[in-house]
């Protein structure tokens, strides 16, 4: 599964800028859902992360729509990307005392897992030729949050910098370093990230 996850990661990181305006989220993929009473339905499935939700077509014009605490799993063949994704709900502390399932999508599967969770941003580009001639030129991108998952099911949020993620993976954390520095990798980068998981759980 690992492979096949990381695959369709650097497929993204290399096709996304000829990709424009297109977002999966914006599109029904055919798929399949399980519910949290354990029913599986299959259809076609539109993926929504901001507002934790999911649409079905299951009878032609018939759209179910299933929020995050409806939900345990769900797989779709991504139209755009040509590969495989899959998506667990999975309760996350939003207050000091209150969880609730919101949903995930799996990077990595391991001892050590990996998670993301995207949005739709804008972005403006200063260095646009508009740039001289009046306000810069914006344009929707995606964005991350990535995720860290223990075998115990804590879960901690990544927040991009390298020192904190040489915290997350504190085990064998020097040869963790050793691997991030001669492979040249960027630890605010998707492609990259997924490779020193994948490392790390091989150690």
Do not use: C
């Amino acid at each position: 599964m690992a492979k096949k996850v990381f695959a369709f990661y650097l497929f993204v990181l290399l096709g996304l800028p000829t990709m424009a305006q297109e977002f999966s989220s914006r599109m029904f993929h055919k798929g399949w859902l399980v519910t949290e009473d354990q029913d599986t339905v299959r259809g076609d499935l539109k993926y929504d992360m901001e507002t934790n939700a999911v649409q079905i077509v299951i009878e032609k014009e018939k759209i179910n729509t299933y929020s995050s605490k409806k939900i345990l799993f769900f797989e779709i063949y991504d139209n755009i990307l040509k590969t495989y994704r899959q998506f667990y709900a999975i309760p996350y502390q939003v207050e000091s005392n209150y969880k609730i399932p919101i949903l995930f999508e799996v990077l990595y599967e391991g001892k050590t897992s990996l998670l993301v969770r995207e949005k739709i941003v804008m972005s403006s580009d200063p260095y646009n030729q508009s740039y001289f001639y009046g306000p810069s030129s914006t344009s929707e991108k995606l964005a991350f949050s990535y995720y860290f998952v223990d075998t115990q099911g804590n879960m901690t949020l990544y927040n991009g910098k390298k020192n904190h993620l040489f915290e997350i993976l504190n085990e064998n954390s020097d040869q963790v370093k050793k691997y991030v520095k001669s492979n040249k990798l960027k630890t605010d980068n998707m492609r990259d990230i997924v490779r020193i998981t994948a490392f790390y759980n091989s150690l």
